[in-house]
């Protein structure tokens, strides 16, 4: 099983930066695309950014510009720098990771507060 943990969410002004991270731990042999996905009340779950292991990126229209998503293959770890946040942006980030043999993995969620 393969576990994945965030962290780096909280609450910040508009106009703000955050970096989240996520880690993936337990049995891995190679981790493929990995992504984030955000959930705001009331609405589906949708993509923020996806990045392949071998680096090539793809956002939604609404982030692009302003987050940027990296990853480190020898920790297992991707990242997601997120500046000029906005209200809009407010949800619970979700980590996702395609695993060699395991399928899709998710994240327990981090909390992102914008306040205007």
């Known amino acids: 099983q393969v576990q994945l943990v965030e962290s780096g969410g909280g609450l910040v002004q508009a106009g703000g930066s955050l970096r989240l991270s996520c880690a993936a731990s337990g049995r891995i042999f190679i981790i493929n695309a990995m992504g984030w996905y955000r959930q705001a009340p009331g609405k589906q779950r949708e993509l923020v950014a996806t990045?392949?292991?071998?680096?090539?990126?793809n956002y939604a229209d609404s982030v692009k510009g302003r987050f940027t998503i990296s990853r480190d293959n020898a920790k297992n770890t991707v990242y997601l720098q997120m500046n000029s946040l906005k209200p809009e942006d407010t949800a619970v980030y979700y980590c996702?990771?395609?695993?060699?043999?395991?399928?899709?993995?998710w994240g327990q969620g981090t909390q992102v507060t914008v306040s205007s």
């Open positions: 996702n990771a395609n695993v060699y043999m395991q399928g899709d993995c």
């Open positions: 990045i392949t292991r071998g680096g090539s990126t």
